[in-house]
């Protein structure tokens, strides 16, 4: 019987996914301890020595992203106004503090993305902000908040312990603070612990070299504003990593290197931008009160299949396959669709997708065989999707020479350079764009563990994987909150809708404790358990990702992991949202338990 093209794809997927397969899984990375330390110095601000804190706080937040600002935000906006802010760099950003590489931009519409816009009445420049004007962005959060005061910069927590009879979190840091605080908040995101991949010789290697998210300037030459990078314009540079941070950096790098080596192990697939400048007149035409919401729930509601808004108001290449399936689904057919036939609908859309990307790659790539390997060999969303207008353009400079490894990686680090498939390419400097954990146990991320009520680890407590209600609450750890995207919404598109509607569940929570007089507020046993029933993975999700090429989305390939923040509740995003709205707004808060005065 002839084959397919459906078959015929699925064949070809299936014999990539296999050569990259690997038993080793998460455990193929470095992670950035003892002699691979200095990988994590920060080369943007100095640290400030100052003297250790040993007083109280009401709320001490662990991390200083989006996910600390919100909730400092949404907790300064319910009346709740002291909240100290721990965080490890130098500054207020989080992700967006560490990753000033060159070209560094959010894929997520600015208007959905930035947190804060109308509370701040900032209009984003652009469509797709660039990095610089979204830790600017923080600042302002910051400034507006007041929370430079009492932030602790280039601290880093090391342990934070319950106090049961004091009924109050102990804070510990490596700066030698030690001070209460009656709440805790955690927030400390799902890509913030940069890896290295696990190369023989890697610290053998003579030249310079450094990770993506701590950007060497001072070597290279140029800002994160776009100057050149004028240091490279005699250097042989290796740029191990074709994922959504090469992707950014390579054109950049293009421009300025003698030579630029690109390793690659696995293509992404790469999208159009079209980035633009915003308009005012039109931000002040659609910028009325509750905007900003309006085009959240706009936004996931567009990228949900069993949702069908009237409107895409953000109208992009995340909602774009979205539509497509959508559209697909609600054709007209003979007799009720099958589960068999939804989910063919979904691979025939993404395979429609997936050539359309591939055919893009021939359209700019001048040198077929070049172009042939840029080709990614899987469905949509088994890896990060990426956009951008100039990075398959930049495999068209003679400077730029990809060195494509078929999926078995790069072999190893020597004195002299990186050697793939038997050569050696010597270099003066390698850059690692070989992302971060994500698969390991959350306390090893955190870099501190939790002590609970009963002296439980948090650690212990999450042995079999983590356990919360909502991915707020964790039982036995009283007056401490979660603040990410995981047992919650888990809405990867636009992580910030997560932060913002989990910073407005403790904040609520909060408010109602001071109303009430309440000082503690614990997850019952039964609730966290009755939420954790209800996360059973989807299977239609589960099976796609399993037949995935491996990457962070699905665990290395290895099956799922309990560690994985890629569980969420299973009615989908916009039922969450539209669920933890209302149980926030009954102010019953079911499934917590309050005590001290009422
Ligand atoms: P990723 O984990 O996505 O990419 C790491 C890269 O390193 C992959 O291409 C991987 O290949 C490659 N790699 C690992 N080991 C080897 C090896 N031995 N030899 C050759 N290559 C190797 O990290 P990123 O920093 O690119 O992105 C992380 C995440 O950060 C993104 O997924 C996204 O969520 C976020 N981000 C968002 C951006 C945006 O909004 N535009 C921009 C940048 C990042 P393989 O694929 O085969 O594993």
Known sequence: MATTPTEALRRKYAQERAKRLRPDGNDQYLALSGRFRHYLADPYIERVE???????????????????????????????????????????????????????????????????????????????????????????????????????????????????????????TDRGDEFTAQFIGMGTGPLHVPKLPGLAGIDTFRGHSFHTSRWDYGYTGGDP????????????????????????????????????????????????????????????RIASPGWQQHWMDNFVANMSAGELPDQDLVNDGWTDLAQRIRGRLSAPRSGPASFADLLADFENADHEKMSEIRARVDAIVADPATAQRLKAWYRQLCKRPCFHDEYLSAYNLPAVHLIDTDGRGVERISPAGVVAAGTQYPVDCIIYASGFEVGTEPTRRYGFDLTGRDRVRLSEHWSAGMRSMHGVHVHGFPNAFLVQLGQGGNFVANVPHNLNDAARTVAAVVAHMTR???????????????????????????????????????????????????????????????????????????????????
């Open 50 to 172: 100052r003297e250790p804190k040993h007083d109280h706080v009401t709320v001490a937040f662990i991390g200083g992203g989006f996910a600390g600002l919100l909730t400092a935000a949404r907790l300064q906006d319910a009346g709740i106004g002291s909240v100290r802010i721990v965080e490890k760099a130098g500054g207020f950003g989080g992700t967006w503090y560490w990753n000033r590489y060159p070209g560094a931009q959010c894929d997520t519409a600015a208007l959905i993305y930035m947190p804060l816009l109308e509370e701040t009445g900032h209009m984003p420049a652009e469509r797709y902000a660039h990095a610089p004007e979204i830790l600017e962005h923080c600042d302002r959060i910051g400034k507006q908040y007041g929370l430079h005061d009492d932030a602790l910069f280039h601290t880093q927590a090391t342990d934070l312990e319950w106090d049961e009879t004091a009924r109050r979190w102990i804070v510990r």
């Open 225 to 284: 504003a776009g100057a050149p990078m004028d240091r490279l314009a005699d250097k042989r540079v290796a740029i191990i990593g074709t994922g959504a941070t090469a992707v950014q950096c390579v054109p950049h790098l293009a421009r300025s290197c003698r030579d630029l080596f690109v390793f690659q192990r696995t293509p992404s697939s790469v999208d159009e931008r079209g980035n633009a400048p915003l308009d005012p007149q039109w931000f002040a």
């Open 516 to 598: 009430r007089g309440f000082d503690t507020v614990e997850v019952t046993k039964d609730a966290e358990a009755a939420w954790m029933q209800l996360l059973a993975p989807n299977p239609v999700m589960a099976s796609f990702l399993a037949g995935c090429t491996p990457g962070y989305y699905n665990n290395e390939g290895q099956g799922p992991s309990p560690h994985s923040l890629l569980a969420g509740y299973s009615a989908g995003a916009p039922a969450y949202f539209r669920y933890i709205e209302q149980w926030r707004n009954s102010g019953d808060f079911a499934g917590l338990e309050f005590t001290g005065r009422d």
